[in-house]
């Protein structure tokens, strides 16, 4: 199945940029993916290696050509994955030395492709190793560097990568509650069924350490989609009743808002909510 940069929820927008610059031809010698949640930065620095690597790739890799299936299957030659050993406190020197005498090697395909995860790990001796590769780039290779902050990495090294700043936990929730109002504002416009808009708060509702905030910060982004939808007059185009609908939906969140500050249910409050709207 092909991967898009839209599925790439949190990262969608970094992964776009680097759509965009594989697509004009010209990708980079090396990237480093900085901050933002472990699991999310690993799954960008696969899914651009896997976009690397494809042979007809389309805003991302298709997921179905000989190499993407070989690296599904972790057994792609011309990827290398670069981590810390077990009984080692960083990644060390002959690490690196190791890579670099494997790159010096002509790849199987276009290009080898290097994920180091846990970038943060290399040592000062390390790094110093690998700016000599990165300064002389072999033609073939493209390193993606995976880094819990960037400030671990020498300032050398890092000029010499396109660096990208991953959204934080915290932010990224944020925001995708945001969009999450968003587009009930719309479900709302079009009249969408009960269920559908339950979909859209499920996550809230299941966060039990902070399904309050959210609640609070998915309804204040909710009156700003109603006042917008309003205002643009899209929602004319989704049909009669649409504007009166809006309306009413204001009066309802705010009388949600009010539920979530006077400490009643989330669940319930929410789920009364998409049954009104
Ligand atoms: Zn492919």
Redesign the pocket.
């Given at each position: 199945m092909s991967v898009k940069p839209r599925d790439l929820n949190n990262c969608s927008r970094i992964a776009e940029q680097l759509a965009l610059r594989i697509e004009s031809g010209s990708p980079v010698h090396a990237y480093a993916f900085a901050g933002g949640d472990p699991a999310e930065r690993l799954q960008l620095g696969n899914w651009l290696a896997?976009y690397l690597?494809?042979?007809?790739?389309d805003q991302g890799?298709?997921?179905?050509?000989l190499?993407?299936r070989k690296f599904l299957h972790g057994n792609h030659e011309d990827l290398i994955r670069l981590k810390k050993q077990a009984d080692r406190e960083s990644i060390v020197k002959d690490q690196i030395l190791e890579l670099t005498d494997r790159i010096s090697f002509k790849p199987f395909g276009k290009r080898y492709v290097v994920i180091i995860e846990d970038a943060q790990l290399m040592n000062a001796a390390s790094q110093n190793k690998l700016l000599k590769t990165l300064e002389e780039p072999v033609s073939e290779t493209v390193m993606i560097l995976l880094t819990e902050k960037s400030e671990a990495l020498l300032p050398t090294v890092l000029s010499r990568c396109c660096v990208f700043c991953l959204p934080d936990a915290a932010t990224a929730t944020e925001s995708a509650d945001v969009q999450a109002a968003e587009r009930f504002a719309a479900l709302i416009a079009s009249g969408a069924p009960f269920y559908r808009k339950k979909q859209l708060v499920a996550d809230i509702i299941a966060d039990k350490d902070s399904s309050r905030i959210r609640a609070d910060a998915f309804l204040a982004g909710l009156e700003e989609a109603l006042a917008a939808e309003l205002k643009s007059g899209v929602s004319k185009s989704a049909g009669e009743g649409s504007p009166g609908r809006l309306m009413d939906a204001v009066g309802h969140v705010e009388a949600a808002r009010r539920c979530i500050k006077q400490l009643h249910s989330v669940a319930y409050t929410l789920k009364q909510l998409c049954l009104r709207v």
């Open positions: 896997q690597l494809c042979s007809q790739p890799p298709c997921g179905e050509c190499a993407c």
